[in-house]
């Protein structure tokens, strides 16, 4: 059976505040599968990132030494946002990956979301137009696509989120039959029908509830951090669970 293949954007704030050990431990402890996780951390070798795209690294935009970007202009929500989109070229355009975000936990066997590659014809399933954020990657559907930049050219590009989507758009790439319960934002199924969701995403950075980036003005003073907080507790939970779990096994999950 082959393995589940993941690529994360992530920082070091992420991180840091713990995202990428809940994620990790919510992938881990719900599937028996084998799982390769991928963390495409911004300023790690090869994710290095800056203003400008100088010396070769991904341009954002913006300063990146408070994590979170906004600032008006052109630039990057955050200093990972354009990395899902080397995932294809990273995999040899071959077979398939999944990429998420680092502020996720997933509440469901993974495996279930890998089963679910783009129909024929699409390079990419995701719930919407707009959310890439959780996506299932056909990455040889992207083989010869001359249309496609290469890792190369999308570093100095500087190109955003919606750039690169409306690209896909135009060569009518994105299969948007993803259920939404796979990229739940910000509690909006959650508070609703918890148990129908599959993934949680905590977005609004102002409202994640670990709190990742040091000058953000964070909305919610009371723990656990979170407008709903049904959904924060459920990710305090989860990172609670995994700090649990690599204690006792000695290792991070």
Not at 15 to 43: F, H, K, N, Q
Not at 218 to 244: I, M, Q, S
């Amino acid at each position: 059976m082959e393995t589940i293949r993941i690529f994360v954007g992530t920082d070091r704030w992420q991180r840091d505040a713990g995202a990428e050990l809940a994620l990790e431990y919510s992938i881990r402890s719900r599937t028996t599968r084998d799982v390769d996780i991928v963390w495409m951390r911004a300023g790690d070798p090869g994710w290095e990132v800056s203003r400008d795209g100088a010396g070769g690294t991904w341009r954002v935009g913006a300063a990146v030494d408070n994590g979170w970007v906004k600032a008006p202009g052109r630039n990057w929500g955050t200093p990972f946002s354009g990395f899902r989109f080397a995932v294809p070229e990273l995999c040899s355009f071959q077979g398939r990956a999944i990429y998420l975000d680092a502020d996720m936990i997933v509440l469901a066997d993974i495996a279930e979301l890998w089963e679910q590659p783009p129909d024929p014809g699409f390079g990419i399933k995701c719930i919407n137009h707009r959310r890439t954020d959780v996506s299932v990657i056909d990455c040889s559907w992207f083989a010869g696509k001359q249309w496609w930049p290469s890792i190369e050219k999308m570093k100095p590009s500087g190109a955003r989120v919606f750039e690169y989507i409306t690209l896909l758009n135009l060569h009518k790439a994105m299969d948007t039959t993803l259920a939404p319960e796979w990229n739940d934002v910000d509690g909006a199924i959650y508070q609703k029908r918890p148990k129908d969701v599959k993934l949680e995403h905590y977005s609004a950075v102002p409202t994640q509830p670990y709190r990742p980036y040091p000058k953000t003005d964070y909305r919610c003073a009371t723990f656990p951090h979170h407008p709903c907080e049904a959904v924060g507790r459920l990710w305090w939970d989860t990172f609670n669970e995994a700090k649990e779990h690599e204690t006792a096994s000695g290792t991070r999950s």
